[in-house]
């Protein structure tokens, strides 16, 4: 987008949906059209039994879109829902403005804030596989204003090689993104020993604010929507020696495009082998019970859904109404109030951490070889040592470890006294 231009938003309500579910959509469609760029001049709703194959709302409807455009100089259309290309096409010939969707904006979006070559190739990936689909319709609307006779060949042939330099594209962005996903993977594997924990949420809730809190990292923060697209990981120290690995990552949003979710994958990846979720909540949105359920439902789609997790309530510090405290801590006894612009809740949450890290250990006591440097390094790579003694040409070491780790020990392990 450029610069401040004016949007109108249209919302579709279908049969059987709620409209105040739709407006919160629409509402949340409004900031991420801020966060491109763009300032909301009107917004039209229509509620429809079924969706129109040529123009997605009803013929009144569009033209109702085009009256507005022309009355508030309107720059830019822009869907709550996906539009096939022949719609696109279609309202764009009547209204005579640009015509865009929900996944075209939230790609745009992520374009603009991809900054490491990562995400920038992660973005590309997603808006390749967007176009991709939609290639033959979009030249078949060109070839109909072309005029028809004399194009269609030479249109036949450009598609095919679109659509060749398309698939070679994925083809290569997909292979950069294992390469990215394995060296990660190898990084993660030096410190396989620590707990893997995730930060997750809906956009915009502070969770990147939340990780500075925690790990005093510097990860960039802001009210805009998903400021955060690249997953950061620090090591988190906990009380009682105790160490996890912490990563923050892209926020979740109510209609993520699925190929999005796909091409994404390196990034959510440390969401997908957490052991613990730490599931962020803007306590003072008004509707952050929703946010929650959408976060919830995108977890099961990544398969990440059934883990351990830790519900935190943030922005406790913006929130007023007394009633909504404790209407809050009736629904969700178990999560952490946070704020996490002013540090509030913090040693709490770590100790909630800490927990879960000390009921997945146990402690022992082992007598290792003093000349068995291999084994004295695995002990102090997998477990977290409280206690050392050197007797008698032995090592002799309290540690809590993860029983999965024990095996190779069995043989030195004494009896905890």
């Not at 709302?57 to 822009?78: P, Q």
């Not at 390469?179 to 915009?204: P, Q």
Request: charged share 30%.
């Amino acid at each position: 987008m450029s610069d401040r231009e004016r949007v109108l938003l249209v919302g579709v309500v279908r049969n059987g949906e709620d409209r105040a579910a739709e407006q919160d959509s629409v509402d949340e469609l409004a900031a991420l059209t801020a966060t491109a760029g763009g300032d909301v001049v009107a917004t039209v709703f229509q509620e429809r039994k079924s969706i129109s194959p040529a123009t997605f709302v009803g013929r009144g409807k569009a033209e109702e879109i085009e009256g507005l455009c022309a009355a508030e100089g309107v720059d830019l259309v822009v869907f709550d829902d996906d539009l096939s290309p022949a719609q696109a096409a279609n309202l764009e010939r009547i209204t005579g403005v640009r015509v865009i969707d929900r996944s075209q904006l939230i790609l745009d979006i992520f374009a603009l804030g991809a900054r490491t070559n990562a995400a920038k190739a992660q973005v590309e990936l997603a808006q390749m596989q967007y176009t991709l689909p939609r290639l033959k319709r979009m030249w078949e609307h060109l070839s109909r204003t072309a005029g028809g006779i004399g194009t269609r060949g030479p249109g036949e042939t450009q598609l095919e090689v679109d659509r060749r330099r398309i698939r070679r594209r994925i083809f290569t962005l997909k292979k950069m993104l294992a390469k990215i996903e394995r060296d990660r993977a190898t990084r993660t594997a030096r410190r396989s020993g620590l707990v893997k924990v995730s930060l997750v949420g809906y956009t915009n809730v502070g969770k990147s604010a939340l990780f500075n809190s925690m790990t005093r990292a510097s990860v960039p923060t802001g009210n805009r929507l998903f400021e955060t697209l690249d997953a950061t990981t620090r090591v988190l120290n906990l009380p009682m020696r105790e160490s996890v690995l912490l990563s923050d990552t892209v926020g979740f949003i109510r209609k993520l495009p699925h190929h999005l979710v796909a091409s994404f994958h390196a990034t959510l990846e440390c969401v997908v082998e957490a052991d613990l979720i730490i599931h962020v909540a803007d306590l003072s949105h008004r509707r952050y019970g929703r946010q929650i359920e959408t976060v919830r439902s995108v977890m099961e789609e990544i398969g990440a859904g059934g883990k351990p997790e830790v519900l935190v309530l943030n922005k406790v510090d913006v929130v007023e109404d007394e009633d909504t405290l404790k209407a809050a801590r009736r629904a969700h006894d178990r999560a952490v109030p946070v704020s996490a612009l002013h540090r509030w809740g913090i040693d709490a949450l770590k100790e909630r951490v800490l927990e879960f890290v000390l009921d997945r250990k146990t402690e022992v006591i082992v007598s290792l070889p003093g000349s068995d440097g291999k084994l004295l390094s695995y002990v102090e790579r997998y477990g977290t040592v409280m206690k050392r003694e050197v007797r008698d040409g032995k090592v002799g070491l309290r540690v809590r470890m993860e029983r999965r780790f024990l095996k190779p020990l069995q043989e030195y392990i004494e009896p905890v006294t």
